[in-house]
């Protein structure tokens, strides 16, 4: 499976050159210019792993990133920043970050950064999540009730995925439109369909017309 990190950096010339290392590496890339895109694009997808710039315009990285862990969201973080000084280190961590590297920097130690965190993250993702009588393993994508699986169409997997990995959030329309992909099976019948099978499976879903799903916080 791709993954997909979120990028915020207003330099045009550093954007293009990570973007380009990071989509030959087989990530998958999605660029912000400001705070705010960034702040937007997490309310619409997840990612993996966030790389932050700090001084950045309309809402810094460390404003960013705070506004994101007030909201619940545990995504793993890296400033990449040219603050080199203490007080902005201590600050970032403070932000919520899990890393921080210092412009100008190696590309080979970010990628070395960058692995690491993910690794990190999905090992903690081979556990199951709690979801009243079901659990789920978001590294599989896979629903289980006691130890046995609940086979899922591939659909409504990524569907319970994001609203998983974004429980007690609601996850808008739009959002879980996205990872259905293209065609009829992206419309918002089907979404109702997919959504309407996962409660049958004793999922706690909860709709919020016209704007989205929440799944409950077990």
Known sequence: MKRTLLLLED????????MDLLEARGYGVHLAEDGEQALEACFQRSFDLMLLDV????????ELLRELRAS???TPALFISAKTDIASLAEG???GA???IKKPF???ELLIRIDSLLRKRFRTREA???LGELSFRIASAELFRGDEPLPLPPAQARILDLLVRRRGEIVSKEALLEVL???????EGALRVHVSHLRKLGLAIETRKGIGYRLEAS
């Open 72 to 74: 619940g969201e545990e």
């Open 98 to 100: 899990d890393d921080y």
């Open 181 to 187: 992909g293209e065609g009829e099976e992206a419309s």
């Open 106 to 108: 190696d590309f080979d």
């Open 55 to 62: 001084s950045v315009p309309k809402l810094d990285g460390f």
């Open 93 to 95: 961590f403070e932000a």
């Open 11 to 18: 330099d045009a010339i550093l954007a293009e050159t990570l």
């Open 128 to 130: 199951r999540i709690e």
